[in-house]
């Protein structure tokens, strides 16, 4: 079983949607978790944190489920550019795991 | 917020050469790098974790002898790629994990470097 899993997509929405990735993890004693968002044939750059209480920046509302080892990532009011991949990342201990990335596209 | 260069962006040898990347992290002290590789379309393949003053941990079926890793600092990793093959090519891409945050918690990308082998 992998470490962490999320679903690759692609999701295809229209401009002013609103759309949920989640991502699965399996060690119960992680204990931090990120998005990262990767444009196209450039370096994943982190996008928030995520933190037990849940956290907002803009459109962007994270939240994490322990008790179902679940981070999701919520997106309102989709945008044309918020069109890239998504990556979850869990750090347990010293290591740091990542996700396969889901693809989103943002149609006009 | 953390800033970590890599160096070169991009970069043609050919078959055969061997081909230095470098991953500097700029404003911070990073303990541990990371080093990925990433086929187009494809999500990142973490190929080794390298902390400094210490031999990188290379994952299962990575070649060590090919993928050289030094940190020989806390600001700089490099990986070099010997006797690169065309099928080598690909976007390798650093991380550092720092402090800048107080818990070195937090990963931050390089920008990456596309090889190509002809």
């Known amino acids: 079983r992998k470490e962490v899993e999320q679903d690759p997509g692609p999701f295809n929405v229209p401009e002013g949607a609103t759309v949920a990735f989640n991502c699965t993890y399996s060690?119960?004693?992680?204990?931090?978790f990120f998005w990262y968002r990767q444009d196209c044939r450039k370096e994943p750059k982190l996008l928030m944190s995520v933190y037990s209480s849940g956290n907002e920046d803009g459109r962007f509302t994270a939240q994490l489920n322990r008790a179902s080892q679940y981070i999701s990532l919520l997106i309102r009011d989709s945008k044309l550019s918020d069109s890239a991949t998504y990556l979850c990342v869990v750090k347990a201990g010293n290591q740091f795991y990542f996700g396969t990335g889901t693809s989103l596209t943002v149609i006009p | 917020g953390a800033v970590v260069s890599q160096h070169p962006s991009r970069v043609i040898c050919k078959s055969g050469t061997s081909v230095k990347i470098e991953c500097r992290s700029l404003?911070?002290?990073?303990?541990?790098m990371f080093w990925y590789r990433q086929f187009p379309k494809k999500s990142l393949m973490l190929m080794a974790t390298s902390n400094e003053g210490s031999k990188a941990t290379y994952e299962q079926g990575v070649e060590k002898d090919k993928f050289l890793i030094n940190h020989a600092s806390l600001t700089l990793s490099t990986l070099t790629v010997t006797s690169a093959h065309p099928e080598d090519s690909s976007f390798y891409i650093c991380?550092?994990?720092?402090?800048?945050?107080?818990?070195?918690?937090?990963?931050?990308f390089g920008e990456g470097s596309w090889l190509t082998v002809v």
């Open positions: 060690n119960s004693a992680s204990q931090s």
């Open positions: 991380s550092a994990r720092g402090r800048t945050d107080g818990s070195g918690n937090t990963i931050y």
């Open positions: 404003d911070f002290q990073a303990t541990t």
